[in-house]
């Protein structure tokens, strides 16, 4: 394992930005971490990157225990390590030179920083701006030099805090491949955060998703907030406001809490009959996606649910885009948040 | 009005004949502010960076006490000073009292506030992700330094600016610790100060426009360096 995380609390004044009781996270894989804004994925990636300290817990990387307290040794990991940030800044001087910088730091032989600057401009299709100021580029090409420059480090890491959110379609591409590039072909451990699912499901080895600082088992596209009354009925509200009355199992208590239902633990009704003990929601299905190995179907129950379906089982069944169907709940499924 | 003219026009001849004497007093003058703007930055640069981004107890007190200090007058500050360079002080064996270096000290403690209020100010607004990008590419403390320093250039050059222009137009301390010796720590106001006294009305007027143009030669490039910090 590369990076081990256990109860690790990070917080800013009373608040907890980030409460993982457990993550690891393995050498040369691409990881994505999801979730919503505020779920805390930046102050994640930047302890990972060892930028922000914990306010306590504990951190493993390479087996050995991060010392948050030594400046020098801090130093030397975080030159294992690169982060690119989702807006990232570059230096207020040419293009050149902003992915010269870590190669100077590095105090690597001009002739040989020379070469090499010109082969990640190249890489990333920046040939034409290497004289242009850095600080005048756009959004997508600011993140392509970004990314340069942190290639530049030769990190064993590199964490990219939502590398596409700034781009277009047709470099988001090109950026995507550039993430499987360096992982396939150079064995580099890539973490990235992400609003996209479809960009995890095509990019990652392992999704974690993160859930107001905490990891969260399902997936969180089925988040919503659940107000049960004192009577014990629950209603899900989604955030367009949208709300359903549903029978939540396990849980009485009233008042207003969040809840994760894992798409994995959703079934469309003719594929798991037995619902004695599960909740059955009545809806229309209005998307089909194909991911790896599995369809994601798109659920109207009057909020919508994502339900992942086993290929060869979507095959077998007669579920098709506007078709009416029961999702089944397992009580398993849900994760109060 | 005459009266005025005459001055102007006898102070132009004085700086188009290169007075000796005139010469001699801009140079020193600009000798000792030159000096003590460097030695105040060169303390205060630093300073006012390590407050910027290190948070310790007492921060809000020590940026309180700078930014007090920028209102220091220049005769508390050559009192203070006198204090420790005259013959009874520490530094009295040095016998500083009365020499071009006794100024020195003394704009330098004026001005090292004043650097250090605004380097601190000018680094403290600069977005926090210049610092992560380069501590992520792996400077180290100097190198972190001089990345922001370089970015926040254009608020540093101001504070230059600034603590240049304070210290060519003062008085107090140049009297309080120079003595105005004539030919060895007259100064441009210190000058001009005594010929007002004296009635010489001439060279008072030709020092206040030579002070003048050198303030607006020093301004003009320091704002050089600043619009090429922007571009």
């Not at chain 1, 009781?21 to 393995?26: C, G, N, Q, R, T």
């Not at chain 1, 649910?305 to 169907?325: C, H, K, P, Q, Y």
């Not at chain 2, 060169?42 to 930014?67: E, H, M």
């Not at chain 2, 704002?223 to 910090?229: K, N, V």
Request: charge should be positive; proline fraction near 4%.
């Amino acid at each position: 394992m590369l990076y081990q995380i256990s109860d690790l609390i990070r917080t800013a004044g009373p608040r907890k930005i980030l409460d993982i009781s457990d993550l690891m996270l393995e050498k040369g894989r691409i990881t994505a971490i999801m979730g919503p804004n505020g779920a805390g994925k930046t102050t994640l990636l930047e302890t990972l990157a060892f930028l922000e300290t914990p306010s306590s817990g504990n951190m493993l990387f390479d087996n050995a225990p991060v010392p948050w307290s030594s400046s020098r040794a801090l130093r030397r990991l975080r030159r294992r390590v690169v982060l690119v940030q989702q807006h990232p800044i570059l230096f207020t001087t040419t293009v050149f030179k902003n992915i010269e910088y870590p190669l100077a730091v590095r105090k690597t032989p001009a002739s040989i920083r020379h070469k090499r600057v010109e082969e990640l401009l190249d890489i990333v299709d920046m040939k034409p701006f290497r004289s242009s100021k850095a600080h005048r580029l756009s959004g997508g090409e600011t993140q392509r030099v970004a990314i340069a420059r942190a290639l530049a480090c030769n990190p064993e890491v590199v964490l990219l805090d939502e590398p596409t959110a700034n781009v277009d379609r047709e470099h988001e591409g090109q950026i995507e491949g550039l993430i499987e590039t360096i992982n396939h072909t150079r064995g580099i451990t890539v973490v990235f955060a992400s609003h996209n699912l479809d960009q995890s499901a095509r990019l990652a080895d392992r999704t974690v998703f993160l859930h107001q600082g905490r990891v969260i088992q399902a997936a969180y596209e089925n988040v919503f907030r659940a107000e049960i009354t004192p009577e014990g009925k629950a209603a899900l509200i989604g955030e367009s406001g949208r709300r359903i009355a549903i029978h939540l199992p396990g849980r009485s208590s009233p008042g207003s809490r969040y809840i994760a239902i894992d798409p994995r633990a959703l079934k469309i009704a003719d594929q798991t009959p037995d619902a004695a003990s599960h909740t059955e929601l009545q809806g229309k299905v209005v998307e089909l996606r194909l991911e790896k190995g599995r369809v994601s179907a798109l659920v109207d129950v009057g909020l919508l649910l994502t339900v992942w379906v086993d290929e060869s089982a979507f095959r077998e069944s007669n579920i098709r885009i506007g078709g009416a169907v029961s999702v089944v709940l397992a009580p398993s499924g849900i994760e109060w948040l | 009005m005459e009266f005025l003219s005459d001055s102007i026009a006898s102070a132009c001849r004085l700086i188009w004949d290169l007075d000796p004497e005139l010469l001699a007093i801009v140079v020193l003058s600009l000798e000792v502010s030159c000096l003590s703007t460097a030695l105040a930055g060169i303390a205060g640069v630093p300073a006012g960076i390590l407050i910027a981004l290190n948070d310790f107890p007492g921060k809000r007190l020590c940026i309180t006490i700078c930014n007090t200090l920028l209102a220091l007058p220049t005769v508390v500050v050559g009192l203070f000073a006198y204090a420790f360079i005259s013959r009874k002080g520490v530094l009295g064996a040095y016998d500083l009292l009365y020499t071009p270096a006794a100024i020195v000290i003394g704009q330098t403690i004026l001005l090292f506030p004043v650097i250090t209020t605004f380097v601190l100010s000018a680094v403290a607004r600069l977005d926090d992700r210049y610092r992560k990008t380069a501590l992520t590419l792996g400077a180290g403390p100097v190198r972190l330094a001089g990345t922001i320093i370089r970015e926040s250039r254009f608020g540093i050059v101001a504070a230059f600016i600034l603590a240049f222009g304070r210290v060519i137009a003062e008085v107090g301390i140049s009297m309080m610790l120079g003595g105005n010796v004539k030919g060895y720590t007259r100064t441009i106001t210190t000058a001009m100060a005594l010929e007002y006294d004296k009635g010489e009305f001439t060279l008072s007027v030709a020092l206040g426009m030579v002070l003048l143009a050198v303030s607006f030669s020093v301004n003009i490039l320091f704002h050089a360096i600043q619009g090429r910090s922007r571009i």
